[in-house]
Each structure stands twice: as C-alpha cells, then as structure tokens.
C-alpha cells in the first residue's frame, strides 16, 4: 500500500483539466452454485460470462474491475475455482471484496487462497480506495456448536434466517481503517467497497451492518465519500452526512425491495430517496453490471441491466446526494409491486 497519494492540489488540478479521469467496472453477486459434481446452475453462469464479456468491450477499458463478493453460492472450492475460471476472461486487473457465501463454509480459507487478503487499500489517479470484510460477525456466532460447516453456510445464505447473525466489521479492521485514513488529505476523494451496505436497511436480510456508523464516523472527516456495496441485488443509493452509498446489482438475480415486502418491519434509512425497482419476477430485469466514472471524484454509476433500460445515479451538487439522473421521473417509473 502505498502511503501517501498525491498533493491535493495536484488532485484537483488533474479532475479540472481532465487528464486523470478514470472509470472502473463492478461485477458481483454472481452465486457461481453447483448442483452436482461438475454441474453449475447454468443461468448464474450465463449472468457472469455476459457481464465479463461486456466489461472486456468497454472502450476505452476501465483501469479496474471490482467484484462485489458473493462469487459462490455456498463457497465450495468448486464453485470459487469455476467462478475463478470465468473471471480470468477479465483483460482489466481485478480487486476482490469477500462475500458471506464465499466465506461460512471455511471462514474464507479457500477464497483468500485464490484472491488475497479481504481488507486492503490501494491508491489510483488521486483516489483512496479501500476495500473491507463486512460480512463478519461475533466468534461465538461463527465458532458455535454448527455440527456442520455447510449448516453454518446454509444459516448465512437464507433471507429471513432465525438463525444467522448481524455482520459486522469488526474491531480489527475498524483499527486498521482508522490507522489507514489518518495519512490521507481530507479532500482526497475515498471509496471504499463492501459487500453488505455500511448502513442498516433491513437486519431480516442481513442488509445490514452491525457497526456501521462506527465506519461511517470514520469516514466523516473527508469532504467526498463513496461507498460501493453489493449483497442487495437492487439499486439503492442513499446520502447519510458526508457519505454517499451506492449498490450494484447482481449478475445472478434480483431482490425485490424489502419496503415492498409488506409482511416485514423494515429500517429504510430516513434519506432514502424513491427508487424505481427490478420486478423479481422478471428474472434479468434487475441484473446486470456496472461502470463506474470518478471525473468529478464522486462516483457516478451506470448500471447497465441486461433487460432493463440503462441507469445512471450520480452525485446532485445542488441537492447534496445521490440521485437517479436518468429515470426518476415519477410519470416514467415502474411501478412497485405489493407481495402479500
Ligand atoms: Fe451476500
């Protein structure tokens, strides 16, 4: 890691002239699954070959490909080797962030064998990037008498589990985040990449982080603050304070909203703004890939949904958060559906 990035004004000065622009790709939520030896849930395949093989058409290339976590279903060295293989397809260089599926069958042995470290940060073109292992919980949770490994995966995967547990950061890396801001200029544009959202939503589908707003307090200090997260497999995007939040969609499926689940209690942040969303039963509508372009040192995401028209959310100066800039007309959204 490197320990300083550039002088601030150099930073600002390459965003004004233009000649430091970047964009990056995430990919995520790709739930490689395996039915039988050999034999992979073919549609989950599909997703993640297309994604990367329109990334790998992009023009000019993105300096970096993000994959959001969740590239098993239920991380067996099966499914990580056959994501793996798909992945390698990839030309831009890749960063990889840990998803729980990747991670409860072996606490994250394998996939930390085939791509390094969970938590890391790098420096590109005037920008902090960090990347952070969310989706930990308490010791005892993860250490308890499971019986089996695959049981303990099982619990972590399902929605509305009576028995998972809230993921959480973690003191360690909590320390290792504090320490790794403190040489960073505060108007160096951060972006940091997780899998579950740095913010609670919704604790029944583990759209949630216990210690969120310990990593949010953190992250204060900085004029500009993206978050990246994947898990959701829908667009959400929200602004708490400093901090702009940004989903990316899944390659394998889409979730409908939790507000349009109307049987559950649901905690959607108070400055969530109105969201058109993916209709779960048209299975690609909401999947897809994403590219992300940092001219402005905010990030503005543009979701490309392989049945679904184009999205874009970018960052609104004139109302201090995110926003959907293509589509939020209320007369042109989809409307939600109700579940009963
Ligand atoms: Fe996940």
């Given amino acids: 890691m490197l320990a300083t990035v550039l002088p601030v004004t150099l930073v600002e000065l390459a965003f004004a002239k233009g000649e430091e622009n970047f964009s990056f790709a995430v990919i995520s939520d790709a739930h490689i699954q395996n039915v039988r030896s050999g034999e992979f849930v073919r549609s989950w395949d599909r997703g993640l070959i297309r994604a990367v093989a329109e990334t790998n058409l992009l023009n000019p290339a993105p300096d970096f490909v993000v994959f959001g976590g969740d590239l098993a279903h239920l991380g067996t060295k099966a499914e990580l080797d056959h994501g793996a293989q798909i992945l390698a397809a990839l030309h831009p260089k890749m960063r990889f962030v840990m998803g729980e599926c990747d991670y409860y069958l072996d606490l994250g042995e394998y996939w930390s064998s085939l791509f390094g470290p969970a938590w890391y940060s790098f420096d590109h073109k005037g920008v902090h990037f960090v990347v952070l292992n969310s989706i930990l919980t308490d010791e005892q949770w993860t250490h308890g008498p499971w ?10 995967a399902l929605l509305d589990s009576a028995h998972a547990s809230p993921f959480m950061v973690g003191e360690e890396q909590r320390a290792w985040l504090a320490a790794d801001l ?4 505060r108007s160096v544009p951060v972006v940091v990449f997780s899998h ?20 949010q307090e953190l992250l204060k200090p900085f004029d500009k603050v993206d978050v990246i997260y994947g898990h959701v497999h829908q667009i959400q995007y929200n602004q708490i304070g400093n901090i702009s939040f940004h989903s990316v969609v899944a390659t394998a499926w889409p979730l409908p909203y939790p507000q349009s689940y109307t049987q559950a209690q649901t905690y959607l942040p108070k400055l969530t703004v109105p969201m058109n969303r ?3 039963f048209f ?9 992300v372009n940092l001219a402005t040192g905010r990030a503005d995401i543009y979701y490309n949904l392989y049945n679904n028209a184009p999205r874009n959310v970018a960052f609104n ?24």
């Fill in 196 to 215: 579950s959202p740095l913010q609670k939503i919704y604790r029944g589908w583990n759209f949630w982080t216990e210690d969120a707003e310990q990593i």
């Fill in 278 to 280: 993916a209709d779960p």
């Fill in 147 to 156: 019986g089996s490994d695959e049981l303990r995966m099982h619990e972590m």
């Fill in 283 to 291: 299975e690609r509508d909401g999947t897809g890939w994403q590219l």
């Fill in 317 to 340: 100066p004139a109302t201090g958060r995110p926003e959907d800039t293509t589509y939020q007309a209320p007369e042109t959204r989809i409307a939600p559906q109700q579940h009963y």
């Fill in 182 to 185: 403190k040489g960073i200029p």
